[in-house]
């Protein structure tokens, strides 16, 4: 199964708004809504931003929100701030009954 | 609150079998609700998914990976394990344990919401 394809790098002035874009397949985003994004800060384990395309886990803020079209996913961090440099990457199930990850998106606060 | 710990040797030698295990507290493995799975990540590159597995021992595993991976559970024990055999220097990354969100009534598996610290594997003679 091939990656997801996100743009490696992404940037953006404190209090933009960013989106980043999470590209699939028929096999894969196209079909399911299990779409889910990730904050990964450096030396940390991964921490999910969005899940099923658009749903917030609690604690999450209200900043950040999620979107699917056709075969692309997308992430949008609003009013962004210091603390959401970071990577962050999209996974999708798939019609072979597995997880596929995308390449990851470095997101730089200007 | 949930806690996922990995655990196993830091360096194994080419050719030989990387084995992890995943201790988990605060929960119980076989209440049924989710699936429970292994993350990888190779030094400053992206996360790749392993496999995941159910209480009942029903297992996934990545197509690339498939032919040399084994995810078991020992649900008397709260833990769950991986093997992958025949490693090189090209699965030298940091592992992950995570649980997975299980949407019992479709039968897919969603997003990892647990996430163990993580744990780096060398491979290296």
């Known amino acids: 199964q091939s990656a997801l394809t996100q743009p490696a790098s992404v940037s953006g002035s404190l209090g933009q708004s960013i989106t980043i874009s999470c590209t699939g397949t028929?096999?894969?985003?196209?079909?399911?809504?299990?779409v889910s994004w990730y904050q990964q800060h450096p030396g940390k384990a991964p921490k999910v931003m969005i899940h099923?395309?658009?749903k917030r886990p609690s604690g999450v803020s209200d900043r950040f929100s999620g979107s699917k079209s056709g075969n692309t996913a997308s992430l949008t961090i609003s009013g962004l701030q210091s603390e959401d440099e970071a990577n962050y990457y999209c996974?999708?199930?798939?019609?072979?009954?597995?997880?596929?990850f995308g390449g990851g998106t470095k997101v730089t606060v200007l | 609150q949930l806690h996922l710990q990995e655990s196993g040797p830091g360096l194994v030698e080419p050719s030989e079998t990387l084995s992890l295990t995943c201790s988990v507290s605060?929960?119980?493995?076989?209440?049924?609700?989710?699936?429970w799975g292994w993350i990888r990540q190779p030094p400053g590159k992206g996360l790749e998914w392993i496999g995941n597995?159910?209480?009942?021992?029903?297992?996934y595993y990545n197509p690339s990976l498939r032919s040399r991976v084994t995810i078991s559970v020992d649900t008397s024990k709260n833990q769950f394990s991986l093997e992958l055999d025949s490693v090189t220097a090209a699965d030298t990354a940091v592992y992950y344990c995570?649980?997975?969100?299980?949407?019992?009534?479709?039968?897919?598996?969603?997003?990892?919401?647990?996430w163990g610290q993580g744990i780096l594997v060398t491979v290296s003679s």
């Open positions: 995570a649980r997975s969100d299980y949407d019992s009534w479709n039968g897919y598996w969603d997003y990892f919401d647990y």
């Open positions: 605060g929960g119980s493995i076989d209440i049924g609700k989710n699936y």
């Open positions: 597995i159910f209480y009942s021992g029903s297992a």
């Open positions: 028929s096999s894969d985003i196209g079909t399911y809504n299990y």
């Open positions: 099923e395309v658009s």
């Open positions: 996974s999708s199930f798939t019609t072979s009954t597995t997880l596929v």
